[in-house]
Structure formats: structure tokens, C-alpha cells
């Protein structure tokens, strides 16, 4: 198993939170990086993927 070397997270608070308590279990500093702020869904904020699937046509490339 390899140690923890660094965490990364967006710079919101959510994010930010679980990310220090991470990082304190490892004695690390949070590294906000813009570039991870999330993007906007539109319509699927706060659903599922499961639910995105049952109610929305989502391509997805067949098993082998």
C-alpha cells in the first residue's frame, strides 16, 4: 500500500472540508486547485446516476 504524498481539492468549502480531513490524518496541507472546481450539470445537479440513467437516453459503449 502506498502512503498518502499530497491531497489535492477544489476550492469549495465541501470539497475543501473533506479534503483537511483527509490531509490532517496524514499530517499533509490541502492543495486548492482551481482547475477542480466543478462543473455545472444543468439538469442532473443533485441526481444520481442511476436516476440520470432511468430518465435520460445516455450512450454508453457495450460490454465485451
Not at 3 to 32: G, M
Request: proline content about 5%; hydrophobic content about 45%.
Amino acid at each position: 500500500q502506498r502512503p498518502i504524498a499530497a491531497v489535492y481539492s477544489s476550492p469549495l468549502s465541501r470539497a475543501k472540508q473533506t479534503a483537511e480531513a483527509i490531509a490532517a490524518q496524514q499530517s499533509l496541507a490541502v492543495v486548492v486547485v482551481e482547475a477542480l472546481t466543478e462543473i455545472d450539470v444543468g439538469q442532473w445537479e443533485g441526481r444520481d446516476w442511476g436516476e440520470i440513467e432511468r430518465s435520460e437516453a445516455v450512450s454508453r459503449p457495450l460490454a465485451n
